[in-house]
C-alpha cells in the first residue's frame, strides 16, 4: 500500500523556522495537503495543492514541491504553531488518499 | 457557515457494525466530497473513504471489505458503516468536506467535531 513518510517530530525556538518534509512516491503527479492539529481538535488546513494557502491561515505558513518530496515551511514560528501537521495526498492512480504518519512541532 | 454534526453509538462489542452519521448543515450537500477518516487514541489520521459528487465510492485498500459509506441528499445527511469491529477499530471518527479537488485529491476543508467509538473485546 502506498505511504507518505515524515520526520515524527521536529523542534525549533520561537522566530525560527520549521520545516517539515513529506515523502512519496506518487508526490510528483498528486497535489499533497497540510493539515494542523491542535490536542482535541479537529484537523484544519493549512496548506491545499502543495502551495496554496487557505483564507485565513498567516502568510508564515508556506508549502513547496520539490520531485517525490513536499515542504511545509512556517516561518517566524509562534508559540500557537505548536501541534502535530499531517501532509495528505492520493495514491499515484488517484484511488484513495493517504495521510502521513504525522510530525510534532514543538516550540521550545 | 457550514457546520458538520456527526453521531452514533460510542460503545460497540467486537463483531458488531459500526455506524456513524455526519448531518450537513449551513451549505449544500450537492457538488462535495465527503470522506470519513478515523484516529486511534495517540495515533495518526487514517483515510478511510469518501462519496464523491457522481454518488460512487473509494475506500482505503485495508478497510474496503467491511466499509459502507452513504449519502441521503435529500437529507444532507452522510453515514458510514464498518462491519465486523475489533479493538483495532477503536479511533476518533470524523466526517470532512472535499472542495477545490484537483489531481484525485481535495481540500478537506471543513470538519465534523469526531466522535469516539471505543470497541471493547
Known amino acids: 500500500s502506498y505511504e507518505l513518510t515524515q520526520p515524527p517530530s521536529v523542534s525549533v525556538s520561537p522566530g525560527q523556522t520549521a520545516r517539515i518534509t513529506c515523502s512519496g512516491d506518487a508526490l510528483p503527479k498528486q497535489y499533497a495537503y497540510w493539515y494542523q492539529q491542535k490536542p482535541g481538535q479537529a484537523p484544519v488546513v493549512v496548506i491545499y495543492?502543495?502551495?496554496e494557502r487557505p483564507s485565513g491561515i498567516p502568510e508564515r505558513f508556506s508549502g513547496s514541491s520539490s520531485g517525490t518530496t513536499v515542504t511545509l515551511t512556517i516561518s517566524g514560528v509562534q508559540a500557537e504553531d505548536e501541534a502535530d501537521y499531517y501532509c495528505q495526498s492520493a495514491d499515484s492512480s488517484g484511488t484513495y488518499r493517504v495521510f502521513g504518519g504525522g510530525t510534532k512541532l514543538t516550540v521550545l | 457557515q457550514v457546520q458538520l454534526q456527526q453521531w452514533g453509538a460510542g460503545l460497540l462489542r467486537a463483531s458488531e457494525t459500526l455506524s456513524l452519521n455526519c448531518a450537513v448543515y449551513g451549505g449544500s450537500f450537492s457538488g462535495y466530497y465527503w470522506s470519513w477518516i478515523r484516529q486511534p487514541p495517540g495515533k495518526g489520521l487514517e483515510w478511510i473513504g469518501e462519496?464523491?459528487?457522481?454518488?460512487?465510492?473509494n475506500y482505503n485498500p485495508s478497510l474496503k471489505s467491511r466499509v459502507t459509506i452513504s449519502a441521503d441528499t435529500s437529507k444532507n445527511q452522510l453515514s458510514l458503516k464498518l462491519s465486523s469491529v475489533t479493538a483495532a477499530d477503536t479511533a476518533v471518527y470524523y466526517c470532512?468536506?472535499?472542495?477545490?479537488?484537483?489531481?484525485?485529491?481535495?481540500?478537506?476543508?471543513?470538519w465534523g467535531q469526531g466522535t469516539l467509538v471505543t470497541v471493547s473485546s
Open positions: 462519496i464523491i459528487p457522481s454518488g460512487s465510492t
Open positions: 470532512a468536506r472535499g472542495d477545490l479537488c484537483s489531481r484525485n485529491s481535495c481540500q478537506l476543508d471543513h
Open positions: 495543492e502543495d502551495s
